[in-house]
Structures are given as structure tokens and as C-alpha cells.
């Protein structure tokens, strides 16, 4: 049995390119897309000053976005204050809308920095609700010798805002609903009456 056979039987033939398609390279702005955490970990662990949390959501749903990745900075040591605390209030949401563990083992005055054991069991394979933004940086281009030959834009994707997930199902019937009430309220688009927003 050869091992370049796809799984209807046929056989890969030699080939000069090839695509995964399935969806483009940024998700749009503004774009609200179920999730799960894949994976969560501390980065620049020697660096006090540098040092984040990555956390790797994977997009489950709608389809035409399903299994994009999008990788979360926080950065919990920010020297800017209000960054900061930004990104500790994140974390804390992640935490809340998964198991509650993170907080309650900081409570208790377990470790929390560089724990990447504590990281995983509290907050892998959770789920939530993402709202995604763009952001776009320039920066310099620089050829093989290190010298600046021009510019150029650098763009990905950031996590806006947090809630928690819910059932698909559920979502579709609340968009009719929404809906329905932008029409008989005259307006061009849906209403958003959410409550349990967490927005950052």
C-alpha cells in the first residue's frame, strides 16, 4: 500500500502547488466566532519585563472559519499600567468562563507565574465566544544585511472582546430573533441586546 493515496483510493500525483482553502488570512473586523482554547502558555519566562501569556484559540464555528487559530497575547507585566490591567482582567475572564481555577488557586496563594501545568488544566479545552479586531503596524523592511530597504505593513488579528459560548443552535435562533426585532423596529441592522457582555 502506497502512503500517497487520499482516502477515496486515488493517488497523489507529483504536484507544483497546493491549497487548504476553507478561508482567507485575517478574520474580518468585528467578526464574533465560537471557540476553543487549544492551548496556554507562559512565554519569555527569563524576562520579567517581556514576560506573557499565549493563549491559542482555536475557531470551532461558523464553518467558514472553522479551524483558523488566532494566538492571544496578554501581557500580564506590562509596563504600562492600564495595559495591564487590561490583560489580567482578560485572563480573569478566560478563567471565569472556563473553570474558575486560575482565581480560586491565586485566592489560595498557589503560584501563578510560570505555572504552565496550572495554565493548562484550568483553561485548555475551554470555550468561548470571540469578538476579533485588525490591527495593522508598519514597520521596517530590511534585506539580507540587516540595512532598511523601505517599508512595509505588518497585519493579524486581536482578541476585542469576551462571552461566554454558547450552543450554535442557540445563537442562529437568537440572530432571527434579533432580527426580527431590527424589522419591526425600522431599523437596517439587528439590535444587539446581549447582557453578559465583557468587553475590554
Request: hydrophobic share 35%.
Amino acid at each position: 500500500m502506497t502512503f500517497f493515496k487520499r482516502t477515496d483510493g486515488s493517488t497523489v500525483e507529483p504536484q507544483s502547488s497546493a491549497s487548504v482553502g476553507g478561508f482567507q488570512s485575517l478574520i474580518p473586523d468585528g467578526t464574533q466566532l465560537h471557540c476553543s482554547i487549544a492551548g496556554v502558555q507562559w512565554e519569555d519566562a527569563n524576562r520579567k519585563d517581556n514576560k506573557h501569556i499565549i493563549i491559542t484559540l482555536h475557531v470551532t464555528e461558523p464553518g467558514a472559519y472553522r479551524n483558523f487559530t488566532v494566538a492571544h497575547k496578554l501581557h500580564v507585566f506590562d509596563k504600562l499600567d492600564k495595559k495591564r490591567d487590561k490583560a489580567i482582567e482578560m485572563l480573569a475572564t478566560y478563567d471565569t468562563l472556563c473553570r474558575g481555577a486560575l482565581l480560586k488557586a491565586d485566592k489560595e496563594g498557589k503560584a501563578i507565574v510560570d505555572n504552565n501545568t496550572l495554565l493548562a488544566r484550568s483553561l485548555n479545552g475551554g470555550n468561548v465566544l470571540a469578538t476579533f479586531g485588525v490591527w495593522e503596524m508598519e514597520v521596517d523592511d530590511k534585506d539580507e544585511n540587516g540595512m532598511v530597504i523601505g517599508k512595509r505593513t505588518m497585519t493579524g488579528n486581536w482578541v476585542r472582546e469576551l462571552k461566554a459560548a454558547k450552543p450554535v443552535a442557540e445563537e442562529k435562533a437568537e440572530a432571527v430573533e434579533l432580527d426580527k426585532k431590527a424589522e419591526s423596529q425600522g431599523l437596517d441592522e439587528p439590535v444587539d441586546d446581549y447582557d453578559d457582555d465583557i468587553v475590554f
